[in-house]
């Protein structure tokens, strides 16, 4: 079946360890979205990629990085320089960008 | 700067009965597109309707239909026949086109329960 993963669904880390989200799509979709959620608000963009080896920095982008390498992968990574990383974390994907995006089944990450 | 604004934190609704989820949205693009988001408890976004600025009709989709008033700039949802399965968080978003790229601006999103 198409669709969106993310691994791992929890993920625990102490504080000053980076950390890396996985985001895997079979869609065949050009562009790639990471998104965070904190409790009780909506997603705020952390970065955005239209095409393989491109992606821009959104609104939250500091304390984050990000690679597109294939154009199924888009890997977030969550630096130590990140101040407050415990979130909810979405990975989303279009087939360009005049369509609506889809979206993975998330990562909540809590730093102990 | 654009914006997505869902005032109602949460809303009851008795099952079979219809409910409007309102959102109200401030841009100066005339070209834009709306669409809303339904997050159940285990997390997942999931698409339910998208409508276009310049679409002349509301869009529906099954049980789902967007009240689009331009003059207004509001785009409500309304979810015909509730269900006990359509207990969620509900999300308002944008999309912002900018130097080609494609995001989404997201309200705070709307609490709905749906009760039997």
């Known amino acids: 079946d198409g669709g969106i993963t993310q691994s791992p669904k929890y993920l625990f880390r102490k504080e000053g360890q980076n950390v890396t989200l996985s985001c895997e799509q079979n869609?065949?979709?050009?562009?790639m979205y990471w998104y965070r959620q904190d409790p009780g608000q909506g997603l705020r963009l952390i970065y955005y990629?239209?095409?393989?080896?491109?992606?821009q920095k959104g609104d939250i982008a500091e304390g984050y990085s990000v690679s597109r390498e294939k154009k199924e992968s888009f890997p977030l990574t969550v630096t130590s320089a990140q101040k407050n990383p415990t979130a909810f974390y979405l990975c989303?994907?279009?087939?360009?960008?005049?369509?609506?995006?889809?979206f993975g089944p998330g990562t909540r990450l809590t730093v102990l | 700067a654009q914006k997505i604004t869902q005032t109602q934190p949460g809303m009851f609704v008795q099952e079979k009965e219809a409910v409007t989820l309102d959102c109200t949205y401030d841009?100066?693009?005339?070209?834009?597109?709306l669409f809303w988001y339904k997050q159940p408890s285990s997390g997942e976004m999931i698409f339910l309707i998208y409508?276009?600025?310049?679409?002349?009709q509301n869009a529906t989709e099954g049980r789902y239909s967007l009240n689009f008033q331009k003059a207004r700039k509001s785009a409500n949802l309304v979810i015909s026949a509730s269900q006990l399965g359509d207990s969620a968080m509900y999300f308002c978003?944008?999309?912002?086109?900018?130097?080609?790229?494609?995001?989404?601006?997201f309200g705070a999103g709307t609490r709905l329960a749906v009760h039997p």
């Open positions: 409508q276009g600025s310049y679409d002349q």
């Open positions: 869609l065949n979709h050009d562009a």
């Open positions: 841009t100066s693009d005339p070209s834009y597109g």
């Open positions: 989303a994907s279009s087939i360009d960008r005049a369509y609506e995006q889809f």
């Open positions: 978003a944008m999309r912002e086109i900018r130097g080609g790229y494609n995001k989404l601006i």
């Open positions: 990629s239209q095409i393989v080896n491109d992606f």
